[in-house]
């Protein structure tokens, strides 16, 4: 069983390329260069040097005591919220952004909902020295005013989109415009594993650097760099896919992924993609998405912006099928109350994304002598005030 992607771009029926033909030369272009390129030495020690001074990298392989005692099995926190700008998007921006120069590329585009991937973006254009917009609906930018303000900081242009329901999708619409009028001098930055083959495979293996570390940090930890199993949350993917990539072929290690069913899977407002998603076209590639029977593309909900989508990378939906990966749901009430369980087992605040896969670790069956590592995607300082807001109910009588 192979779970990556084939030569055509596809995982098992899911991924591909449906593009306009205006963007042709664009994808063509990285199609046919992106392994040439991030697999050139000269590429990859230059990506390896920034991680390591830029971004902060290895990332600590931490052995959570406490939290390990309340659940009665081994915990590891992958910590990727020590990485600079607080989460894992950093890792493919810079990949990204060094792909960009070698490709000759003079300006960079994005797009962004809650701002994190757009103020990763933002980080990697301003220590490049690279002109970069980023386009951000109206409404996600009256949502995510400090992180509007962080990427103008930082030189970016932030583009208001007034289009549509003014929100991600028609960001995105407005950044593929964009690219179509600008083939010759624009990369577009994607931030997760989906989007138009070569992107989620290009994405995954940039942040691939995450097992990568795991499987030596484990092996000086335990003796063995395999874990019993993988804990990740998932919203577009890519975290998870960079806490899988090193294990997909390791079959005794169990990988779970962890979706944001908001208010509930079956309460119309949910981001339980792999529960309730059928085939489809989302972003240019195929996958599983959440659509009306007549192919309306519903609207996704969570508490945490980065999960608050409605498809899912492609490279996800195969290893749905394929039952390699096992994914389950948590909703916004149980996230909270495990991000605020790991403050104080652990003093560490981590982002309400991550709080998903906290949640689910109290129902993981697993044996008492059994190691679970957890990706830790994100710090989360940027949801202090959803966090208050649910403690001041859920802490008043201890
Ligand atoms: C954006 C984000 C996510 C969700 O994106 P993936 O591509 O699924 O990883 C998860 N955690 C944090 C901290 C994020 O910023």
């Known amino acids: 069983m192979s779970y990556t992607v084939d ?13 306009p033909e205006m963007l042709y030369p664009n994808i063509d272009e990285l199609r046919r260069r992106y392994l040439e390129i991030t697999e050139d030495p000269s590429f990859q020690s230059e990506f390896q040097s920034l991680l390591r001074d830029y971004v902060g990298r290895p990332t600590p392989l931490y052995l959570a005591r406490r939290l390990s005692d309340v659940l009665g099995y081994t915990v590891y926190l992958k910590r990727e919220d020590l990485n600079h700008t607080g989460a894992h998007k950093i890792n493919n921006a ?27 973006t933002a980080t990697v254009c301003a220590l490049m020295g690279i002109e ?28 208001p989109v007034k289009s549509g329901s003014r929100v991600l999708k028609d960001a995105t619409n407005e950044a593929m415009r964009d690219w179509i009028a600008h083939p010759d001098d624009t990369h577009y930055i994607i931030g997760s594993v989906v989007g138009p ?54 079959d005794s290690v169990r990988l779970v992924g962890v979706e944001a069913a908001g208010e509930g899977v079956h ?81 560490i ?20 002598d059994d190691v679970v590592v957890l990706n830790l995607s994100g710090r989360g300082d940027k949801d202090l005030a959803t966090y208050l807001e649910h403690g001041e109910s859920a802490t008043s009588n201890t």
């Open 197 to 250: 083959h070569p992107f989620p495979d290009m994405v995954s293996r940039f942040q691939s650097v995450i097992s990568e570390e795991m499987r030596w940090q484990l092996k000086q930890h335990t003796g063995s760099e395999l874990p019993n199993v993988i804990v990740a949350c998932v919203g577009g993917g890519s975290n998870a896919m960079g806490a899988y990539y090193h294990y997909l072929d390791e």
């Open 7 to 19: 030569e055509r771009g596809f995982y098992g029926r899911y991924g591909g390329a449906y593009i």
């Open 94 to 120: 810079v990949g990204q952004i060094l792909l960009a120069k070698w490709l000759g590329k003079k300006r960079i585009i994005a797009e962004t909902g809650a701002g994190q991937h757009g103020v990763a």
């Open 267 to 347: 309460s119309g407002h949910t981001a339980a993609t792999m529960t309730l998603g059928t085939d489809g076209v989302l972003h240019g590639s195929r996958t599983l998405l959440m659509q009306t029977d007549d192919g309306q593309v519903l609207e996704a909900h969570s508490v945490s912006a980065g999960l608050d989508y409605p498809g899912i990378g492609p490279q996800h939906a195969h290893l749905h099928k394929t039952k390699r990966v096992e994914y389950v749901s948590v909703t916004d009430e149980e996230a909270l109350t495990a991000g605020l369980q790991l403050a104080r087992l652990e003093g």
């Open 349 to 368: 605040i981590p982002a309400l994304e991550t709080a998903h896969a906290l949640a689910h670790l109290s129902r993981l069956e697993v044996g008492n």
């Open 132 to 159: 970069c917009y980023v386009y951000m609906g109206e409404i996600d930018m009256a949502r995510q005013l400090p992180n509007v303000r962080r990427m103008e900081m930082l030189g970016t242009t932030v583009v």
